[in-house]
């Protein structure tokens, strides 16, 4: 079962910050928040991941609430690029797989 | 190659062939998964393997698919008398070790489209 939610769908437009919400109410201490996109037609592309701290990276900033209900991954400048189905999953410590559950579909607009 | 390999990348078969779909994971990975994702859906977890073990084959669909490793490398998912329900993109991905800690990201592969006509 997920353990994420996510909105279905997002716009944005293009050189703006893209900013995609992710609540994770139940998580636990030792769990990560993991982000992946999937861009069409192609394999889920590893963004981040964090367990309290915000995190940024060349991709995308991370952040995560101090209770970590919730984390929001930050496109800083989004591109055409960066249409995409992006995907908020939690970790299980010690799960053998990573759960994808609907995603959120951003569509960046010219 | 630097990257998760996956063999053929697309493949279109005839009802009731059988298939052979290769993976190479990041070399040094000890974990692989496969995923399968249907056109437009999301992605449905297979099964794992830690080495060449793989402790849980309960994701897998039905006794038609299995798979194997060997050498704690190459991968293969083996589908047998292909279903149209089988058409998907199969996905194997990879990384240094099973739990969820640091260090322990998954990386996919671009997937192997199959096709059951």
């Known amino acids: 079962d997920a353990k994420t939610t996510q909105p279905p769908s997002m716009d944005c437009a293009e050189g703006r910050a893209a900013n995609l919400p992710c609540n994770h109410s139940t998580i636990s201490g030792n769990e990560y928040v993991y982000w992946y996109r999937q861009i069409h037609s192609q394999g889920p592309q590893y963004i981040i991941h964090?367990?309290?701290n915000n995190e940024t990276n060349e991709m995308a900033s991370l952040i995560i609430t101090e209770d970590r209900k919730s984390s929001t991954l930050i496109l800083p400048h989004a591109t055409l690029r960066d249409t995409a189905v992006y995907y908020c999953?939690?970790?299980?410590?010690?799960?053998?797989?990573?759960?994808f559950g609907t995603g959120t579909r951003l569509t960046v607009i010219p | 190659g630097a990257g998760v390999s996956q063999s053929p990348s697309n493949k279109v078969t005839e009802k009731g062939k059988d298939v052979e779909l290769r993976c190479d994971p990041i070399?040094?990975?000890?974990?692989l998964y496969w995923y399968r994702q249907r056109l437009g859906q999301g992605l449905e977890f297979l099964i794992y393997f830690q080495g060449n073990s793989a402790p849980d084959k309960s994701g897998l669909p039905s006794d038609r698919f299995s798979a194997e490793r060997t050498g704690e490398s190459v991968s293969t998912l083996t589908i047998q008398r292909t279903q149209q329900e089988d058409s998907a993109v199969y996905l194997c991905?990879?990384?240094?070790?099973?739990?969820?800690?640091?260090?322990?990201?998954?990386?996919f592969g671009e997937g192997s489209w199959l096709t059951v006509v």
């Open positions: 070399s040094g990975h000890t974990a």
């Open positions: 991905a990879s990384s240094l070790a099973v739990t969820g800690g640091p260090g322990n990201t998954i990386y």
């Open positions: 964090g367990l309290k």
């Open positions: 999953i939690v970790r299980v410590a010690g799960a053998n797989n990573l759960f």
